[in-house]
């Protein structure tokens, strides 16, 4: 009966160490779990202020570009005392603008920020 009841508490005890080791197991597989969520929670939120970024600087850039093309004075027509400067861009990107020859080109950098890509293409 000794040999029994020893038999029995050795086989209660290995359960017991199995149970524990399964507990175990399943904690660290949930933990991992919400960690790898949480990661991918933290991405996600980082791409998303990216892009959030990204758009002000384009409304910003927008709202610059505006401002400074209400402060140009409408391009002259052709004629005697007129220029035209061309602008080609690194992508092949023409842009073409009318000056008075008498105005100096430092009252007119406004103009590269007011005219939008490919302009006068």
């Known amino acids: 009966m000794e040999e029994q009841n020893q038999a029995y508490l050795e086989s209660l005890r290995q359960d017991e160490e199995k149970e524990r080791k399964r507990q175990k197991e399943h904690d660290e597989k949930a933990r991992a779990e919400r960690e790898i969520q949480e990661r991918l929670r933290k991405e996600e939120e980082e791409r998303q202020r990216e892009l959030r970024e990204a758009e002000e600087k384009k409304r910003e850039a927008e709202?610059?570009?505006?401002?400074?093309?209400?402060?140009?004075?409408?391009?002259?027509?052709?004629?005697?005392?007129?220029?035209?400067?061309?602008?080609?861009?690194?992508?092949?990107?023409?842009?073409?603008?009318?000056?008075?020859?008498?105005?100096?080109?430092?009252?007119?950098?406004?103009?590269?920020?007011?005219?939008?890509?490919?302009?006068?293409?």
Do not use: C, W
């Open 63 to 121: 709202s610059r570009r505006l401002n400074v093309s209400q402060h140009i004075d409408d391009e002259p027509p052709m004629g005697d005392n007129i220029t035209q400067l061309m602008i080609r861009l690194s992508d092949g990107t023409k842009i073409k603008r009318r000056f008075v020859k008498t105005d100096h080109l430092a009252v007119r950098p406004p103009f590269r920020f007011s005219s939008p890509p490919y302009a006068n293409a």
